[in-house]
Structures are given as C-alpha cells and as structure tokens.
C-alpha cells in the first residue's frame, strides 16, 4: 500500500510551453495550480522548464542573429561585444601614452619592419 498523499498530475507540455515563453516557476506553478517545490522535488517537472527555458534561449538567439544580419547597427555591436569579446576600448599596446591608447598618427607612421620610411615618400 502505498503511502501518503497520491502524486499530482501535472500538465509538463504546458510547464514546457510556459518556460519557453519566459515564466518564472513561480508564474508557472500558480497558473497549472501546483506547489513551486515541484520543481525541485519531480524530476520530470524541473526537466520540462528546463527545455522550456533552452528553447526560449535558443529563439532570442536566432532572432538576434537574424536582426543582425538584416542589418541592425545595435544587435551587431552586441553580439560584438557578448561574443567576440568586443568593447568600446581599445586594448592597449606597446609604447602606449599616458590613457593606454597608441595615437593613430604613431601607428601610421611606423615602418614596416623590412621597409624603410623613405620607400613612402615621393621623390
């Protein structure tokens, strides 16, 4: 005989559903009426919102992609910045001045290693 209280039906497609439409667990369980501890405590709860979660995850990402491809100056400086390790800040180089910045003008004026200056100049 088992014991204590018969496990509650839970409706894990619409768990699922509602994780993808980014849900807290705690909107969730009041929405299908079932206690927040389920989510720890039932496996098949807690695997659920996580698929719910992941395919929210994996939307934002093709559309932030497909906003970048089409165009979007922002959406490309961000997935700059969250993927390629973009910034606003130069890293700083050798000889650099006094705010860790190498002036444009010093770059451009330095020769390349096997050519000298003058191979540049007119005359």
Partial sequence: ???GR???V???E???ELAAEGNTQADIADALDFARGNFLNRKDVRAAYVRGVSQMRLRLRHWQVQAAQSGNIQMLIWLGRQYL???DTPAPMEND???GVQPLVDMLMKPAPDRDIKDFEDG
């Fill in 10 to 12: 839970i409706d894990l």
């Fill in 97 to 99: 001045n006094d705010n």
């Fill in 14 to 16: 619409a768990v699922e």
């Fill in 1 to 3: 005989m088992p014991r």
């Fill in 6 to 8: 018969p496990k509650k």
């Fill in 85 to 87: 390790g973009q910034s």
